[in-house]
Structure formats: structure tokens, C-alpha cells
């Protein structure tokens, strides 16, 4: 996987795993990732919408851990449900 296509700008990329990335005995392999969002006007935030299912077709399920003043939730998100209201 190309360290381009999770950039993020200002934030240097993780050394490369190549081949030694981490699978189980059917190929698959876990994914981690700690992205943080900072609204500048969280009042009008509704909802969020992971798209990165369109870019990994093949991708199963995104776990996500949310915080916000009022209350926290881990949606699991699939590409049939791909985003969660706040």
C-alpha cells in the first residue's frame, strides 16, 4: 500500500511494512489508524462519512471510536453503513 494514499499533510508517513505486514492464515490483514478531527464549528457537524470503502472494495468492517463533549460510541461501520450521525 502506497503511504500516499493515507498522507496526511504536515504528519510524516510510517516507515513501510512491505512484506512483513501482519496477516492471518486466510491473508487478511488488520489495519490500524489514529485520525483525529478538529471542527472548527462543531455545533453544525451532523455527520461523518467514511468513504474509504469505494477505495478498498474488499474492506469488511471500520471500528470507530468517537468522543465529543456529550458522548462517546464505536459505530462499526461497513460499506452498507458507512457513516454515523452526531
Do not use: W, Y
Not at 25 to 54: M, Q, T, V
Request: net charge positive; with cysteine.
Amino acid at each position: 500500500m502506497s503511504a500516499k494514499l493515507l498522507a496526511v499533510p504536515g504528519v510524516p508517513a510510517p516507515p513501510s511494512m512491505g512484506s512483513n505486514a501482519p496477516h492471518d492464515e486466510n491473508g487478511h490483514a488488520e489495519l490500524k489508524a489514529r485520525i483525529a478531527f478538529r471542527c472548527e464549528r462543531p455545533g453544525e457537524l451532523k455527520r461523518l462519512e467514511a468513504r474509504i470503502f469505494d477505495a478498498f472494495p474488499a474492506m469488511v468492517q471500520l471500528d470507530v471510536q468517537v468522543v465529543t463533549p456529550r458522548r462517546q460510541s464505536a459505530p462499526k461501520l461497513t460499506a452498507r453503513s458507512n457513516g454515523f450521525d452526531f
